[in-house]
């Protein structure tokens, strides 16, 4: 089968999105760009995260190294959800084997009077400028945290396990609770409103921790502000990819906030993922990324039997169930992409 498009809308990653026709199942993995690569730990040498995703040269360079090594039908912008909050006002870190962390977590109103309103992220748009000139017929997609997860970043002041403190918010000041996701909606809107304005074809929706969640808490507390933000993208008409861990429950709930695609974890097959989402929603995923460490031979079976329940939606983009580890043998990726355009 050819893969030769002609434009980025052309291509089989949008055309699955919209569950159009297309000749192979597109791939793209999640965290592709990173730290399984060992030419992405040598430009990294010495060059903090946020350093990193604020250098639109770097950025070019980290985005273009999976899609060169593996043939994977996108690219994803290298960045991190928090970086329009430290552009925002918030003073934070990105610390190496902990992820973000907060230097003055947000647990009161006047915590949240101090959150300024979406900062000045030049540097994301020129970073897509220069990919576009690079990627050709590729399509780049953009993206960005949701209110939920960057909440709880805020509140607890780091990766939790518990959200002990985000949920006591949740319900004891639901008024504030409402007030900041709204204030992070904002945010984070301004921000895929800088990508889809300099050009990229599709944008994902991280709500990383929304599994934390029960149906009618996600429903109450989070689905409104989710919706707010990829409602407000609909003047680009772009494809939406919405995606959560841990989130078989809240799988139609988050086919409802305007999303034209939603990511499934592992834990739940596609083909149950597709009744709970809906037949007018495409759907990404979910090979288990621990299967990646295993023989190929087993690497194969699990990888089309995830191809196989795939065509029980409308469009397909295929994708493991959470990002790539970082022991990940990157030859395995690239072989992977391969089985899934022979199949």
């Known amino acids: 089968m050819s893969r030769v498009t002609t434009t980025p809308r052309d291509s089989a990653f949008v055309r699955a999105c919209r569950g159009l026709p297309v000749p192979h199942t597109p791939v793209w993995f999640m965290r592709q760009a990173g730290r399984s690569l060992p030419e992405y730990r040598k430009i990294r040498?010495?060059?903090?995260?946020?350093?990193?995703?604020?250098?639109?040269?770097?950025?070019?360079?980290?985005?273009?190294?999976?899609?060169?090594?593996?043939?994977?039908?996108?690219?994803?912008?290298?960045?991190?959800?928090?970086?329009?909050?430290?552009?925002?006002?918030?003073?934070?870190?990105?610390?190496?084997?902990?992820?973000?962390?907060?230097?003055?977590?947000?647990?009161?109103?006047?915590?949240?009077?101090?959150?300024?309103?979406?900062g000045d992220v030049g540097f994301v748009a020129e970073a897509v400028r220069l990919l576009l000139a690079e990627l050709g017929p590729t399509p780049l997609i953009g993206f960005a945290g949701a209110p939920f997860t960057l909440a709880s970043y805020l509140i607890e002041g780091g990766p939790s396990r518990t959200y002990l403190r985000t949920k006591a918010m949740m319900y004891g000041e639901p008024d504030l609770w409402h007030d900041l996701c709204a204030r992070l909606a904002e945010i984070t809107l301004a921000f895929l409103k800088v990508q889809a304005a300099a050009g990229v074809s599709a944008v994902q929706l991280f709500d990383s921790w929304a599994g934390a969640l029960s149906e009618a808490d996600y429903r109450r507390f989070v689905l409104p502000h989710s919706a707010s933000v990829l409602a407000g993208l609909a003047e680009f008409d772009i494809p939406r990819i919405h995606f959560g861990v841990g989130t078989s429950v809240l799988l139609g709930a988050m086919g409802?906030?305007?999303?034209?695609?939603?990511?499934?974890?592992?834990?739940?097959?596609?083909?149950?993922?597709?009744?709970?989402?809906?037949?007018?929603?495409?759907?990404?995923?979910?090979?288990?990324?621990?299967?990646?460490?295993?023989?190929?031979?087993?690497?194969?079976?699990?990888?089309?039997?995830?191809?196989?329940?795939?065509?029980?939606?409308?469009?397909?983009?295929?994708?493991?169930?959470?990002?790539?580890?970082?022991?990940?043998?990157?030859?395995?990726?690239?072989?992977?992409?391969?089985?899934?355009?022979r199949s």
């Open 45 to 118: 040498e010495g060059i903090g995260m946020l350093d990193s995703c604020r250098r639109p040269d770097l950025v070019t360079e980290i985005t273009l190294q999976p899609v060169r090594r593996h043939g994977v039908d996108a690219a994803i912008l290298f960045s991190d959800i928090v970086v329009p909050l430290a552009a925002a006002g918030v003073d934070l870190d990105i610390v190496p084997g902990t992820g973000p962390v907060i230097s003055a977590p947000l647990r009161s109103r006047a915590g949240l009077a101090q959150l300024d309103g979406p």
């Open 256 to 341: 409802e906030a305007a999303a034209d695609v939603v990511g499934v974890d592992w834990r739940t097959p596609l083909t149950r993922a597709t009744e709970l989402i809906g037949p007018d929603r495409a759907v990404q995923g979910n090979l288990d990324p621990a299967v990646l460490f295993a023989p190929w031979e087993a690497i194969e079976v699990e990888a089309l039997r995830v191809l196989a329940e795939g065509r029980s939606a409308p469009g397909h983009v295929f994708n493991l169930g959470h990002g790539v580890l970082p022991e990940t043998d990157p030859g395995k990726l690239t072989r992977l992409v391969d089985l899934i355009h």
